[in-house]
């Protein structure tokens, strides 16, 4: 059991932890990344299916919407280190990136291993120490600083930064470590639930349509019998249910139980589509209806299933169309019912909503205010991102914000140990 001594030590190699490393390091300072697998940024390196969206283009205010009810919290993350900041860190480490139609930013070699050996360079250049395959299993605020005990050692440090992550992917090292050492040290841990995350329909009808996808498609959420959320976004038939970024994003507001209903007819409403399908059925009499309504860009598979579930034959004509049948049909086709078996469990989701709570976690520095020194960043916190690149600019801001905050620090306080002591 060594018993070594540090500056800074960040529990937690991810985004976050890494980014606030190399920013909190100078040539007098030590500072010690412990990280519980045997490499680092495993997340990092699977996001956006290993392309890494880092981050969205647009004004840096926009984002504040993108977090639930808790972009607030976000804002002087944020404000002191935006998207255009991080595009210009990484450029100047050898990553360029480029902006996408809808405004997602990722490197230009789509590769999530460029993104994260560009820190890791920066973490050898700043003399950052890399401790992998070491668990952190306890942290105890001592008199003058704290203990930090792994499964390999114990270690001393001045400032502590739990960068542990959320509880989604457990298999990534991210499996909520943090929130025991926040609550052990006093801190409020909001209830944790996956987010960002597939719906599993029940008895899910479109399974044979799996990789069918939506752009803006119009759904609503109801909830005994209420309806809770409207919303469009781009949605795909998974083999189980629902995914898709419009399904993702409103995850985080979806529960067992509650009924989504779909619209295939794009932008138009139900009055407005039941009005031009009825003229065109009784003007029509001898075609068939399936090519009646490809004349509403719903593809062609999707009316053959939905014929079969309104209970019809694929041939039917229109003048053989039934009153009853056709109001089946109408509201098949915009409101197509499906009730939610279970939002995807943390194996599957991409973040966890929920974490260590806002009120005690000083927004303008990240430090607790609870406990002297210690900070916490990224999605250990409780704040959860939309996709588009929003989770990662939150690690990435919330970590240069802890490293200018702690080097602040420096100066004020006597430091626990220079780097040549
Ligand atoms: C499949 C998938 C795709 C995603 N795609 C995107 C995307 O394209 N864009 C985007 O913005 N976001 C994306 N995200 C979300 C994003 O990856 C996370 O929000 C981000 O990685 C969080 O960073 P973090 O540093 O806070 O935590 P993490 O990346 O989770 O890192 C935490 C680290 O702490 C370590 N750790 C945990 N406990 C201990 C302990 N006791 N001791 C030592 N080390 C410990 C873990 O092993 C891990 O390495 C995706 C997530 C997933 C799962």
Redesign the pocket.
């Known amino acids: 059991m060594t018993n070594e001594h540090y500056d800074v030590a960040v ?7 890494l980014f606030c490393a190399i920013n909190t390091a100078t040539p007098d300072h030590r500072i010690l990344v ?4 045997n490499s ?5 390196l ?4 290993g392309q ?3 981050t969205h283009d647009g004004n840096i205010l926009n984002f504040l919407s993108h977090y639930g009810s808790n972009g607030k919290f976000l804002r002087p993350a944020l404000l002191s280190f935006s998207n255009r900041d991080l595009t210009a860190f990484f450029k100047d480490h050898g990553v360029a990136t480029e902006t996408e139609s809808g405004g997602k930013v990722f490197p230009v070699s789509r590769s999530s291993a460029d993104v994260l050996d560009g820190i890791i360079r920066e973490c050898g250049n700043q003399n950052v120490i890399l401790r992998c395959n ?4 306890r942290i105890n605020r001592q008199q003058k600083d704290f203990e930090i005990v ?1 499964s390999q050692a114990t270690y001393h440090a001045k400032f502590v930064v739990i ?4 509880a ?2 457990p298999a ?4 909520g ?2 929130y025991r050492f926040a609550a052990g040290m006093g801190h409020t841990v909001r209830e944790i639930a996956p987010a960002l995350t597939p719906l599993y329909i029940k008895d899910f009808p479109f399974a044979d349509l799996a990789g069918m996808s939506f752009s803006a498609m119009h759904c609503s959420v109801w909830r005994k019998g209420k309806n809770v959320i409207a919303f469009r976004g781009d949605v795909l038939f998974t083999h189980k249910g629902l995914s898709g970024p419009g399904i993702l994003d409103m995850s985080r507001t979806i529960r067992s139980g509650d009924v989504i209903r779909l619209s295939f007819v794009g932008t138009l409403r139900q009055e407005e589509f039941a009005r031009g399908f009825v003229e065109q059925v009784k003007s029509n009499g001898s075609r068939q209806v399936k090519s009646v309504l490809s004349s509403y860009n719903i593809p062609q598979r999707l009316v053959g299933k939905v014929l079969d579930l309104a209970g019809t034959s694929p041939y039917l004509t229109c003048s053989h169309l039934s009153v009853p049948l056709r109001l089946r049909l109408i509201t098949h086709l915009t409101e197509f019912p499906l009730t939610v078996d279970t939002p995807g469990d943390f194996s599957v989701a ?2 966890t909503q929920g974490g260590v709570s806002l009120d005690e976690v000083n927004p303008k520095t990240m430090e607790s205010r609870k406990v002297k020194n210690l900070f916490f ?4 916190l409780d704040y959860d ?1 939309d ?1 588009g ?5 939150a ?1 990435f801001s919330t970590g240069m914000l802890a490293a200018r905050s702690i080097r602040k620090r420096y100066d004020q306080d006597t430091p626990l140990l220079h780097a040549n002591a």
Do not use: F, H
């Open positions: 529990v937690g190699a991810g985004p976050a932890g412990l990280e519980k697998m680092p940024g495993r997340k990092l699977i996001s956006g299916t890494c969206n880092i070491e668990a952190v299993t792994t960068a542990t992550g959320g989604s992917y990534t090292g991210s499996s470590d943090g991409m973040v960043v990224g999605e250990v991102g996709t690149g929003y989770n990662l600019q690690a």
